[in-house]
């Protein structure tokens, strides 16, 4: 079955520039979550939404990081006045219930 | 503050079993250990949880010692495609959202 997905996998932005990673969630999972992922590390938690909500933001590194979901299924991040060290894989998952988190692929951002 | 520690890479032959230690003494009575993996380019994947009772599904089992302050994922049979970064994380119900992923385990499965 489809899984989560995101768009687009590669994105290459000039310093300064705004961003939108995209994220389409599993049909009927209620929560979905972003993470960043530096190289070499393990993922970072970023934010976190149930249905429409997002009940809590407290993972974004600066106000010029923003993530939304108006309808409760498709979410977007919107990075603003992008930083170099906003290079990142930024990773969506979404979720049924608490236990398991179904990860996409991730949208490899690279700030120049 | 790292909730668990894990060694930074291990290496395994294939069709051997693979036992990834973890360690996480400071764990609370209402946490779970839960793993998870990444293979190369791709999004972490669930493998397994606990509580205090050893579990066991069809990709791994899950052993958890009796204080709770330590634990194993085992892999019974490691295939080249079990190459990946093994994360332990512990998750209390109360912060059921949010995953805590350390740096893992870099697991290398040869022929």
């Known amino acids: 079955g489809a899984g989560v997905s995101q768009s687009p996998r590669y994105k290459v932005a000039k310093r300064g520039q705004d961003v939108a990673l995209r994220c389409d969630p599993i049909?009927?999972?209620?929560?979905l979550f972003w993470y960043q992922q530096a190289l070499g590390q393990g993922p970072e938690f970023l934010t976190y939404?149930?249905?429409?909500?997002?009940?809590?933001k407290s993972g974004l590194p600066s106000d010029r990081f923003f993530a939304e979901r108006p309808e409760g299924s498709v979410s977007t991040l919107k990075i603003q006045r992008t930083q170099q060290e906003d290079s990142a894989v930024y990773l969506c998952?979404?979720?049924?219930?608490?236990?398991?988190?179904?990860f996409g692929p991730g949208t490899r951002l690279t700030v120049t | 503050d790292a909730k668990t520690t894990q060694p930074p890479s291990m290496d395994c032959a294939e069709g051997r079993a693979a036992n990834l230690p973890c360690n996480h003494s400071t764990i609370s009575g209402n946490e779970y250990v839960y793993w998870y993996r990444q293979i190369h380019s791709q999004g972490p994947q669930y493998i397994i949880h606990?509580?205090?009772n050893n579990e066991t599904n069809e990709m791994a089992s899950l052993i958890i010692t009796e204080d709770r302050k330590s634990s194993t994922l085992i892999l019974p049979h490691a295939t080249l495609r079990d190459t990946a970064v093994y994360y332990c994380?512990?998750?209390?119900?109360?912060?059921?959202?949010?995953?805590?992923f350390g740096a893992g385990t870099q697991v290398v499965v040869t022929p």
């Open positions: 939404f149930q249905n429409e909500a997002q009940l809590d």
């Open positions: 049909s009927g999972h209620v929560s």
């Open positions: 606990g509580l205090k």
């Open positions: 998952a979404s979720s049924p219930d608490p236990i398991e988190q179904y």
């Open positions: 994380i512990v998750r209390g119900t109360d912060s059921w959202g949010k995953l805590q």
